[in-house]
């Protein structure tokens, strides 16, 4: 970590620290201001005392950011459209990253002071597609192209339909477990259990349930929400230092053979597909000394593109050999081979079987692209997990008592914790951001309706009015951020 720094001038020093304390912070206020919900079920429940509760939901938040992957991570960062990706340059990465984390922090305190649970990943995507708008609307790009639209449908869909999942699950859940057990104490909320039996905490095994569950929540937390802060920190390095990190020079001499053998087979796949891809393609058209300039993703130039890579890639065993704008274009080539194979994989003239063979080859052309340094991944768990351990109060308060007419029973508390962590695993398993406040906050509204319960009108339009409202908030504070840097930049 320590050459991070070596050769830089002293005003990109100053502005690289700057960037990754603000992407720190950002993961910092996430730790306590989504970790709550984690935590607010355990602690309302009186399932466990809320300083042991938080230390523990801190130290399963970084283990999962440590063991979650970068999956999520790189979802996150191919929101941007890829010709952002590959032409950004240390003063528009600058302008990118802080604007986009201005507008995430400033919404999430804002709804952090007002106890509001709104999402941090609502917050951070809304920030991202406003970066993007903004850069497209300021280089004349159709808005069509400013975003990677098909990614952010995706997430998109994930973020919507993910509270109506934890809804529905914890509300059939807790029917379940009343079918089960009607007269059971888990059906008491806190404050019944200790006038009429005289207890303060749950009945042993809701306890160790409500324990667990929280434990689990708070981890698959981690290794999702987590993830969003490790895909900024390499928007960052890519951005300020692209030379350094544009591709893992850890990569072993297999990897770099791994991505050079996809390349080729990539183009094998392609001849052998001409009849369908030839046109699309323009194959056997376009010639070596085709590619522009100022290198964009053409799906024409894919064949210029592959002989370029196979000549930069020729006997290399180690990126170290490479120099810095080597490394710039080989990273070129790989983003825009991969999104050029993306759109292929979508014609509904190519096979079933040929679609999987060319989802394996993109997985094998990423394989040195998509990457984090441990310091980087150790770092963020750092920041989150710290920043579970403070700020937990205002929103456990909601979860526990404001969302429902009536306090939280035991087996309500277990139904939302136990759906929060299925749903966030599945989101994991697919790479897919999702937000745990939304998905713990409507599993436990589902509740309250299928323990005829009520809902507490004020608060549950509070939420639904962060839902709505945190995208195009976000959108219109990054974008218009974005556009006051690139002013001043210009």
């Given at each position: 970590?320590?050459?991070?720094?070596?050769?830089?001038?002293?005003?990109?020093?100053?502005?690289?620290?700057?960037?990754?304390?603000?992407?720190?912070?950002?993961?910092?206020?996430?730790?306590?201001?989504?970790?709550?919900?984690?935590?607010?079920?355990?602690?309302?429940?009186?399932?466990?005392?809320?300083?042991?509760?938080?230390?523990?939901?801190?130290?399963?938040?970084?283990?999962?950011?440590?063991?979650?992957?970068v999956g999520v991570a790189y979802a996150i960062v191919h929101l941007l459209p890829v010709e952002l990706l590959i032409n950004v340059n240390t003063g528009h990465g600058l302008a990118m990253v802080f604007s986009?984390?201005?507008?995430?922090?400033?919404?999430?305190?804002?709804?952090?002071?007002?106890?509001?649970?709104?999402?941090?990943?609502?917050?951070?995507?809304?920030?991202?597609?406003?970066?993007?708008?903004?850069?497209?609307?300021?280089?004349?790009?159709?808005?069509?192209?400013?975003?990677?639209?098909?990614?952010?449908?995706?997430?998109?869909?994930?973020?919507?339909?993910?509270?109506?999942?934890?809804?529905?699950?914890?509300?059939?859940?807790?029917?379940?477990?009343?079918?089960?057990?009607?007269?059971?104490?888990?059906?008491?909320?806190?404050?019944?259990?200790?006038?009429?039996?005289?207890?303060?905490?749950?009945?042993?095994?809701?306890r160790l349930v409500l324990v667990i569950s929280a434990m689990t929540v708070s981890f698959v937390h981690g290794s999702n929400d987590g993830q969003k802060g490790i895909g900024l920190i390499m928007l960052v390095?890519?951005?300020?230092?692209?030379?350094?990190?544009?591709?893992?020079?850890?990569?072993?001499?297999?990897?770099?053979?791994?991505?050079?053998?996809?390349?080729?087979?990539?183009?094998?796949?392609?001849?052998?597909?001409?009849?369908?891809?030839?046109?699309?393609?323009?194959?056997?058209?376009?010639?070596?000394?085709?590619?522009?300039?100022?290198?964009?993703?053409?799906?024409?130039?894919?064949?210029?593109?592959?002989?370029?890579?196979?000549?930069?890639?020729?006997?290399?065993?180690?990126?170290?050999?490479?120099?810095?704008?080597?490394?710039?274009?080989?990273?070129?080539?790989?983003?825009?081979?991969?999104?050029?194979?993306?759109?292929?994989?979508?014609?509904?003239?190519?096979?079933?079987?040929?679609?999987?063979?060319?989802?394996?080859?993109?997985?094998?052309?990423?394989?040195?692209?998509?990457?984090?340094?441990?310091?980087?991944?150790?770092?963020?768990?750092?920041?989150?997990?710290?920043?579970?351990?403070?700020?937990?109060?205002?929103?456990?308060?909601?979860?526990?008592?404001?969302?429902?007419?009536?306090?939280?029973?035991?087996?309500?508390?277990?139904?939302?914790?136990?759906?929060?962590?299925?749903?966030?695993?599945?989101?994991?398993?697919?790479?897919?951001?999702?937000?745990?406040?939304?998905?713990?906050?409507?599993?436990?509204?589902?509740?309250?309706?299928?323990?005829?319960?009520?809902?507490?009108?004020?608060?549950?339009?509070?939420?639904?009015?962060?839902?709505?409202?945190?995208?195009?908030?976000?959108?219109?504070?990054?974008?218009?951020?974005?556009?006051?840097?690139?002013?001043?930049?210009?």
């Amino acid at each position: 970590m320590i050459d991070l720094f070596s050769g830089l001038d002293a005003w990109v020093v100053v502005s690289l620290v700057l960037a990754l304390a603000f992407v720190l912070t950002f993961e910092f206020i996430n730790g306590f201001h989504d970790t709550a919900n984690a935590v607010a079920t355990v602690i309302y429940t009186k399932a466990m005392p809320p300083q042991l509760a938080v230390l523990l939901s801190g130290i399963f938040n970084f283990l999962g950011v440590l063991l979650g992957g970068v999956g999520v991570a790189y979802a996150i960062v191919h929101l941007l459209p890829v010709e952002l990706l590959i032409n950004v340059n240390t003063g528009h990465g600058l302008a990118m990253v802080f604007s986009l984390l201005a507008a995430a922090i400033t919404w999430n305190l804002g709804t952090w002071y007002f106890g509001i649970p709104a999402s941090s990943s609502h917050t951070l995507i809304g920030s991202i597609l406003g970066v993007g708008l903004a850069n497209a609307l300021i280089n004349n790009i159709p808005l069509a192209d400013g975003v990677n639209w098909q990614k952010a449908i995706d997430i998109g869909a994930s973020l919507v339909f993910s509270p109506l999942v934890g809804f529905a699950v914890s509300a059939l859940l807790l029917l379940g477990l009343k079918w089960w057990r009607p007269l059971s104490k888990m059906h008491k909320t806190p404050d019944q259990r200790r006038q009429v039996d005289d207890k303060k905490h749950p009945p042993f095994w809701n306890r160790l349930v409500l324990v667990i569950s929280a434990m689990t929540v708070s981890f698959v937390h981690g290794s999702n929400d987590g993830q969003k802060g490790i895909g900024l920190i390499m928007l960052v390095l890519i951005g300020i230092v692209p030379a350094q990190f544009v591709l893992d020079l850890s990569s072993t001499t297999y990897q770099i053979e791994r991505t050079r053998d996809a390349t080729l087979h990539l183009s094998q796949f392609y001849q052998r597909n001409n009849d369908v891809l030839g046109e699309f393609l323009a194959l056997g058209k376009a010639k070596d000394n085709d590619l522009p300039e100022r290198f964009s993703c053409n799906p024409e130039q894919t064949e210029p593109t592959i002989n370029a890579l196979l000549r930069t890639l020729n006997g290399v065993a180690d990126y170290h050999s490479l120099p810095p704008e080597s490394r710039i274009e080989v990273r070129r080539y790989l983003l825009c081979l991969d999104d050029t194979a993306k759109k292929v994989s979508k014609l509904p003239a190519l096979g079933a079987r040929e679609k999987a063979d060319l989802d394996k080859l993109r997985k094998d052309l990423t394989t040195t692209t998509e990457y984090a340094p441990f310091w980087v991944i150790f770092a963020v768990a750092l920041a989150l997990g710290l920043g579970t351990m403070i700020g937990w109060k205002r929103v456990v308060l909601t979860i526990g008592e404001k969302i429902g007419k009536q306090g939280m029973t035991y087996a309500q508390g277990m139904s939302a914790q136990i759906t929060t962590t299925l749903a966030i695993g599945v989101a994991n398993v697919w790479a897919l951001p999702v937000s745990t406040t939304h998905i713990l906050s409507s599993g436990v509204a589902g509740t309250m309706i299928a323990n005829k319960s009520g809902l507490q009108g004020g608060t549950v339009r509070n939420i639904l009015l962060a839902w709505v409202l945190t995208l195009p908030a976000t959108v219109a504070l990054a974008a218009g951020l974005f556009w006051l840097a690139s002013k001043a930049l210009a």
